[in-house]
C-alpha cells in the first residue's frame, strides 16, 4: 500500500460502469493510480501501481465506457482490463501513458463493450473481484 502526502498530478470523479457512487475519486500520482468511492454499502478503496499498465485506450462521447486499462497480470499470467468512465478521460490518457513505463506499443486491444470475461471490481467472481 502506498502512502504520500504529495498532491495528485490529476483527480477526478469517476465510475465503473453501470454502477455508481455517492462519492468518488480517481488519483493519479507519479507511481500509482488510487480509486476511492462511497457506496451506500461501505467504502471502496484500491491503488494501482503504474507499472502494471500494459495498455489504455479512451473514446469520446457520452457513453457509459470512455476509459479502459489493460494491466499486467503477474505471476497468475491472467491480464485484467479495467472499464470506467471519468471526468476529462483523454487528459486522463494522456498524463497515465507518460508515467507508466511498461506500456505495449503493439499491445492487445481494449474493445470498447465489455466482455462477458471482464470483470468490475466489484463483482463477485472470484479471484478477478478485487474491492477493498
Do not use: C
Amino acid at each position: 500500500m502506498y502512502f504520500s502526502s504529495s498532491d495528485p498530478v490529476l483527480s477526478s470523479p469517476f465510475r465503473y460502469p453501470r454502477q455508481s457512487f455517492l462519492w468518488s475519486r480517481l488519483r493519479l500520482f507519479e507511481d500509482r493510480i488510487e480509486f476511492v468511492g462511497l457506496r451506500w454499502t461501505g467504502l471502496h478503496r484500491r491503488t494501482l501501481p503504474l507499472a502494471r499498465v500494459k495498455n489504455l485506450r479512451w473514446w469520446t462521447g457520452s457513453g457509459d465506457i470512455n476509459f479502459a486499462l489493460l494491466l499486467d497480470g503477474g505471476d497468475d499470467g491472467e491480464d485484467e482490463r479495467i472499464y470506467l468512465h471519468v471526468d476529462a478521460a483523454g487528459l486522463w490518457k494522456h498524463e497515465v501513458a507518460a508515467r507508466a513505463q511498461n506500456l505495449v506499443a503493439d499491445g492487445p486491444d481494449l474493445p470498447k463493450q465489455k466482455s462477458s470475461s471482464d470483470s468490475s471490481p466489484s463483482s463477485s467472481n472470484g479471484k478477478r473481484a478485487r474491492a477493498a
